[in-house]
């Protein structure tokens, strides 16, 4: 019999960080493969490296820095490797990913003592790093090229929210199904179908909470609507802007990470809010044609600042 | 659950576990040899004891005395007192406490309190349920009359009866509804009594449907009490969450249950209120949940206060495997034991042997600040918040935080992906607060009395001088200064 004390409670959810993470992982996956599918085995070659230098980064920074907070096994270098690449373009050079996947891990966490102390997001700190450092790689959206279908020629070289920057026009010229399958020049990871199938799976196994999800995609969605029946031409429409871009890896995958955002309810709701907001007045009146990784960052570095003003009121306050 | 309407705030669902335990009627323990009883079965000041080594007792007797805050004990059985000194208690921590040995008379004799049955006044009830020992046996083991007599100058609007028993694995409550229905019924009819309150509402989770139902046919004559089935929801069983379950209010801060017009009281203690009043029968015998993974035949047990936890589980068919963890109480609020020769007291709802496989992983991993002890915390605190505040010493900030509120309830570190320690955190903080707020006031009194001892000091001193200066007068007076002698001035 063990004499040790211990303290209450003597039963536990189960739940584990490293579970999370793996769920997490599990809810990319689709859209990763599919993603791996439409760009071939260059768009492999770059997940797989991203992931091989965000391991090492991570061991190495654990071996150097003996207080370093979390674990190898938590599998928290894997989650940002996987955010980094789903967000670059499919046939982005392998090293400058991992170089990037190296940013992000020595960068965006552990400088700041590991697992959980980080105040930005490390996949994102890490995207903007390389959109500024490498702004033409990072701009280069090679077609997709799909094993077993033969594509028309019907792809430009620019991504939705490129074209319509460029080009001032909101007409698109693909269908509704190869929209929502993703079927486009764009990002590895930005099929909105698939997106959507492992987020809402996350949200029903509770690993993500909707708060942030529904607030982020309101955010967006209600401001392009009413600029979007104001300027029907020049400005994408709302479901297009919904489905384009990383706006729903960004709702579902990164703006739900637990470290860099609010912990209150209510707080989650203006975090949401906020993300989507700014991810809009990026798109359409900001440089970059897409504003997921700064409006995330910006976001991010509020966060604290949301968090206390959003404070529960405690049982029998009284205010 | 993702978004309904929950009627407290936060909280988590638990498994449950309570069919290991809820399949087999009461058992009435045989009479053991040897009991224990301890003058302290609650936190408060210890009971008086009026007996001495050598006494011979009979089943009823008086053997203690409470005050305020400590009830009476009775011999649950009739034996021999052997001896008045300290053994080892089931308490957080372990240790001593001063206890009644006793050793048992295989025959029983009774002897019950002098009641009058048909008392209506109200005070003359609560004398009878103070003289009978009865504490509440939900958690809290404070002595019923206490809390009762606190509602004489109060209006109570709602009798709240307390039949949630949201802890998993605890089936003690919900048995004592199905089979002893008549006794809870009866209770709070004299409650209702003794309160003045118009109505009372029996509250059961709804995980005991047969409770509910054989609680509805047993007061199905009685208008003005209600029984509530609430959702399955730990802390439902909380009286601040019950309260705010049943009567869609909260007790404001710092104010009592009294000061909402509600009155909280647990189903068993109800049953023993019953017996007290009914047939003059003091508190000697509790029903006891015995449970967990690592027990042959987990069941509950009637068992006299004062039996060891070793002869209980004995009665249970013993061991079957190696108890990593004995829990006294729930999983989700109980503390371990290390030493199972330790008797129960009237507090004592449930003993849990648990397995390894039971038991929360040991290691703790950062936090990622997913928020989940925020979302679960029944009083709307910042569980990770508070924590780190506490982990870096920080407790006054720590109590601005409103760790005062927290019911450490567990809910926060059951949830928590990180496995972190949150309840351990709180106790910490909470025991450690009233420590420096015991030596506060220890020292402010030491400085008090210092002050007005040197006060004191001076006083005399300076009355001295006068007196001094007053008699030199007087001499001064009465006889002519003294001139010195040649020898003097010599020297």
Same mark, same amino acid.
């Given at each position: 019999?063990?004499?040790?004390?211990?303290?209450?409670?003597?039963?536990?959810?189960?739940?584990?960080?490293?579970?999370?993470?793996?769920?997490?992982?599990?809810?990319?996956?689709?859209?990763?493969?599919?993603?791996?599918?439409?760009?071939?085995?260059?768009?492999?070659?770059?997940?797989?490296?991203?992931?091989?230098?965000?391991?090492?980064?991570?061991?190495?920074?654990?071996?150097?820095?003996?207080?370093?907070?979390?674990?190898?096994?938590?599998?928290?270098?894997?989650?940002?490797?996987?955010?980094?690449?789903?967000?670059?373009?499919?046939?982005?050079?392998?090293?400058?990913?991992?170089?990037?996947?190296?940013?992000?891990?020595?960068?965006?966490?552990?400088?700041?003592?590991?697992?959980?102390?980080?105040?930005?997001?490390?996949?994102?700190?890490?995207?903007?790093?390389?959109?500024?450092?490498?702004?033409?790689?990072?701009?280069?959206?090679?077609?997709?090229?799909?094993?077993?279908?033969?594509?028309?020629?019907?792809?430009?070289?620019?991504?939705?929210?490129?074209?319509?920057?460029?080009?001032?026009?909101?007409?698109?010229?693909?269908?509704?199904?190869?929209?929502?399958?993703?079927?486009?020049?764009?990002?590895?990871?930005?099929?909105?179908?698939?997106?959507?199938?492992?987020?809402?799976?996350?949200?029903?196994?509770?690993?993500?909470?909707?708060?942030?999800?529904?607030?982020?995609?309101?955010?967006?969605?209600?401001?392009?609507?009413?600029?979007?029946?104001?300027?029907?031409?020049?400005?994408?429409?709302?479901?297009?802007?919904?489905?384009?871009?990383?706006?729903?890896?960004?709702?579902?995958?990164?703006?739900?990470?637990?470290?860099?955002?609010?912990?209150?309810?209510?707080?989650?709701?203006?975090?949401?809010?906020?993300?989507?907001?700014?991810?809009?007045?990026?798109?359409?009146?900001?440089?970059?044609?897409?504003?997921?990784?700064?409006?995330?960052?910006?976001?991010?570095?509020?966060?604290?600042?949301?968090?206390?003003?959003?404070?529960?009121?405690?049982?029998?306050?009284?205010? | 659950?993702?978004?309904?309407?929950?009627?407290?705030?936060?909280?988590?669902?638990?498994?449950?576990?309570?069919?290991?335990?809820?399949?087999?009627?009461?058992?009435?323990?045989?009479?053991?040899?040897?009991?224990?009883?301890?003058?302290?079965?609650?936190?408060?000041?210890?009971?008086?004891?009026?007996?001495?080594?050598?006494?011979?007792?009979?089943?009823?007797?008086?053997?203690?005395?409470?005050?305020?805050?400590?009830?009476?004990?009775?011999?649950?059985?009739?034996?021999?007192?052997?001896? %008045?000194?300290?053994?080892?208690?089931?308490? *957080?921590? /372990?240790?001593?406490?001063?206890? !009644?040995?006793? +050793? #048992?008379?295989? @025959?029983?004799?009774?002897?019950?309190?002098?009641?009058?049955?048909?008392?209506?006044?109200?005070?003359?009830?609560?004398?009878?349920?103070?003289?009978?020992?009865?504490?509440?046996?939900?958690?809290?083991?404070?002595?019923?009359?206490?809390?009762?007599?606190?509602?004489?100058?109060?209006?109570?609007?709602?009798?709240?009866?307390?039949?949630?028993?949201?802890?998993?694995?605890?089936?003690?409550?919900?048995?004592?509804?199905?089979?002893?229905?008549?006794?809870?019924?009866?209770?709070?009819?004299?409650?209702?009594?003794?309160?003045?309150?118009?109505?009372?509402?029996?509250?059961?989770?709804?995980?005991?449907?047969?409770?509910?139902?054989?609680?509805?046919?047993?007061?199905?004559?009685?208008?003005?009490?209600? %029984?509530?089935?609430?959702?399955?929801?730990? *802390?439902? /069983?909380?009286?601040?969450?019950? !309260?705010?379950? +049943? #009567?869609?209010? @909260?007790?404001?801060?710092?104010?009592?249950?009294?000061?909402?017009?509600?009155?909280?009281?647990?189903?068993?203690?109800?049953?023993?209120?019953?017996?007290?009043?009914?047939?003059?029968?003091?508190?000697?015998?509790?029903?006891?949940?015995?449970?967990?993974?690592?027990?042959?035949?987990?069941?509950?047990?009637?068992?006299?206060?004062?039996?060891?936890?070793?002869?209980?589980?004995?009665?249970?068919?013993?061991?079957?495997?190696?108890?990593?963890?004995?829990?006294?109480?729930?999983?989700?609020?109980?503390?371990?034991?290390?030493?199972?020769?330790?008797?129960?007291?009237?507090?004592?709802?449930?003993?849990?042997?648990?397995?390894?496989?039971?038991?929360?992983?040991?290691?703790?991993?950062?936090?990622?600040?997913?928020?989940?002890?925020?979302?679960?915390? *029944?009083? /709307?605190?910042?569980?990770?918040?508070?924590?780190? +505040?506490?982990?870096?010493?920080?407790?006054?900030?720590?109590?601005?935080?409103?760790?005062?509120?927290?019911?450490?309830?567990?809910?926060?570190?059951?949830?928590?992906?990180?496995?972190?320690?949150?309840?351990?955190?709180?106790?910490?903080?909470?025991?450690?607060?009233?420590?420096?707020?015991?030596?506060?006031?220890?020292?402010?009194?030491?400085?008090?009395?210092?002050?007005?001892?040197?006060?004191?000091?001076?006083?005399?001193?300076?009355?001295?001088?006068?007196?001094?200066?007053?008699?030199?007068?007087?001499?001064?007076?009465?006889?002519?200064?003294?001139?010195?002698?040649?020898?003097?001035?010599?020297?």
């Amino acid at each position: 019999m063990s004499t040790l004390l211990l303290s209450a409670p003597h039963i536990h959810s189960g739940m584990t960080v490293s579970r999370l993470m793996r769920q997490v992982i599990l809810g990319l996956l689709p859209a990763l493969v599919f993603g791996i599918y439409l760009f071939g085995e260059q768009a492999l070659l770059l997940v797989v490296a991203s992931m091989v230098a965000a391991i090492i980064s991570e061991w190495l920074c654990q071996k150097c820095q003996k207080t370093t907070i979390g674990r190898l096994r938590d599998g928290s270098a894997i989650v940002t490797a996987l955010l980094l690449v789903m967000s670059l373009p499919p046939h982005f050079p392998w090293y400058l990913g991992a170089f990037g996947a190296a940013v992000a891990v020595i960068l965006g966490k552990q400088v700041y003592g590991g697992l959980g102390q980080n105040l930005f997001n490390p996949a994102m700190l890490a995207r903007v790093v390389l959109l500024i450092s490498f702004p033409v790689a990072m701009t280069s959206w090679p077609a997709p090229e799909p094993l077993f279908i033969n594509l028309a020629d019907a792809f430009t070289g620019a991504t939705t929210l490129g074209a319509v920057m460029e080009t001032g026009s909101s007409e698109i010229n693909t269908g509704i199904i190869t929209m929502l399958l993703g079927i486009a020049p764009g990002s590895l990871g930005e099929s909105p179908l698939l997106l959507l199938l492992g987020g809402i799976w996350m949200i029903w196994k509770n690993v993500i909470d909707w708060r942030i999800v529904v607030s982020l995609i309101i955010g967006c969605f209600i401001p392009s609507t009413i600029a979007w029946l104001i300027s029907p031409d020049t400005i994408l429409s709302p479901l297009a802007q919904l489905s384009s871009g990383g706006l729903l890896l960004a709702a579902f995958f990164i703006a739900t990470d637990p470290v860099t955002s609010p912990t209150t309810p209510k707080g989650r709701y203006w975090y949401g809010l906020g993300c989507g907001l700014l991810i809009f007045l990026i798109r359409v009146f900001g440089a970059y044609p897409e504003g997921v990784a700064f409006a995330i960052l910006l976001m991010n570095a509020v966060s604290p600042l949301i968090e206390s003003c959003t404070r529960q009121r405690l049982y029998g306050e009284i205010k | 659950m993702l978004f309904s309407h929950s009627l407290i705030k936060g909280g988590v669902h638990p498994e449950g576990r309570k069919q290991l335990s809820n399949d087999n009627d009461i058992m009435r323990l045989p009479a053991p040899k040897r009991l224990y009883i301890s003058l302290k079965q609650h936190t408060g000041l210890p009971a008086t004891a009026v007996v001495r080594a050598g006494d011979k007792v009979i089943a009823g007797q008086l053997i203690a005395t409470g005050s305020g805050s400590s009830a009476n004990l009775h011999a649950p059985q009739s034996g021999v007192v052997l001896k %008045i000194a300290t053994h080892r208690a089931a308490i *957080p921590g /372990g240790g001593e406490e001063l206890m !009644i040995h006793m +050793l #048992c008379d295989p @025959e029983r004799q009774n002897s019950s309190l002098k009641v009058d049955n048909d008392a209506k006044d109200r005070v003359a009830l609560i004398d009878i349920i103070e003289a009978a020992g009865v504490v509440g046996m939900g958690g809290a083991v404070f002595p019923a009359a206490t809390k009762i007599r606190s509602t004489l100058n109060k209006q109570i609007d709602t009798l709240l009866i307390n039949g949630c028993e949201c802890e998993p694995y605890l089936t003690c409550d919900d048995k004592v509804m199905r089979e002893q229905s008549v006794e809870v019924i009866g209770g709070i009819r004299y409650l209702l009594q003794a309160t003045a309150a118009p109505k009372a509402i029996i509250g059961i989770e709804d995980n005991k449907p047969e409770a509910l139902q054989i609680l509805t046919d047993a007061a199905s004559e009685d208008s003005n009490i209600e %029984i509530k089935s609430l959702p399955t929801h730990y *802390p439902m /069983g909380s009286a601040k969450q019950f !309260i705010q379950a +049943l #009567c869609q209010v @909260e007790v404001p801060k710092g104010k009592r249950s009294t000061d909402v017009g509600v009155f909280v009281q647990n189903v068993a203690t109800c049953a023993a209120i019953y017996n007290a009043i009914r047939y003059g029968k003091p508190m000697t015998h509790r029903v006891v949940t015995l449970s967990g993974g690592a027990l042959e035949k987990p069941m509950n047990i009637e068992a006299p206060i004062g039996t060891l936890i070793s002869e209980l589980v004995a009665s249970c068919g013993g061991l079957k495997g190696t108890a990593s963890r004995i829990v006294i109480g729930g999983p989700m609020m109980g503390h371990t034991i290390s030493n199972m020769h330790t008797p129960i007291i009237k507090g004592t709802s449930g003993i849990l042997f648990l397995e390894e496989s039971e038991l929360p992983q040991k290691n703790s991993s950062p936090c990622v600040s997913c928020g989940r002890c925020v979302s679960v915390c *029944p009083m /709307g605190l910042l569980p990770n918040a508070m924590a780190e +505040l506490v982990a870096n010493d920080d407790l006054e900030a720590s109590s601005e935080q409103g760790l005062n509120s927290c019911l450490l309830c567990g809910s926060c570190a059951f949830i928590c992906p990180a496995s972190l320690p949150l309840t351990q955190y709180f106790t910490y903080a909470k025991d450690e607060l009233g420590r420096q707020r015991k030596m506060e006031n220890k020292a402010q009194l030491a400085r008090r009395l210092n002050q007005q001892r040197s006060e004191r000091l001076a006083k005399e001193a300076t009355e001295k001088a006068a007196q001094k200066a007053a008699k030199k007068a007087q001499r001064g007076a009465t006889r002519p200064k003294r001139t010195p002698t040649t020898a003097e001035q010599e020297i």
